[in-house]
């Protein structure tokens, strides 16, 4: 069984920079894509980026674009979600998901518990 538990988040002024951390338990975290999601009050989970199974391939949401960058540790079993020029509207609680695939960003298997980020104006 993959445990995912994500670590970094918490309170920051807009403008500011916060740093996600998501370390998986099992075997499966290197041949697995990666992602990083989030969900605001009253607003469905979306998904704001993923990494293929070996980093070369990721993906961004146009919202965070510029902005977040994903990367991967797969010594260290560890992805993470490096937030700049954070703005009030990124506040939400952000979830780590480790994918059914090496690729792609449509199917997700695993989920951490979520770490909420909050940016004050």
């Known amino acids: 069984q993959v445990q995912l538990v994500e670590s970094g988040g918490g309170l920051v002024q807009a403008g500011g920079s916060l740093r996600l951390s998501c370390t998986a338990s099992g075997r499966t975290f290197s041949s697995s894509a990666m992602g990083w999601f989030r969900q605001a009050p009253e607003k469905e989970r979306e998904i704001v980026a993923g990494?293929?199974?070996?980093?070369?391939?990721?993906y961004s949401a146009d919202s965070v674009k510029g902005r977040f960058t994903i990367s991967r540790d797969n010594a260290l079993k560890t992805v993470y979600l490096q937030m700049n020029s954070l703005k009030p509207e990124d506040t939400a609680v952000y979830y780590c998901?480790?994918?059914?695939?090496?690729?792609?960003?449509?199917?997700?298997?695993?989920w951490g518990q979520g770490t909420q980020v909050t940016v004050s104006s």
């Open positions: 990494i293929n199974w070996n980093g070369v391939s990721t």
């Open positions: 998901t480790m994918g059914a695939y090496p690729s792609g960003w449509s199917s997700w298997r695993y």
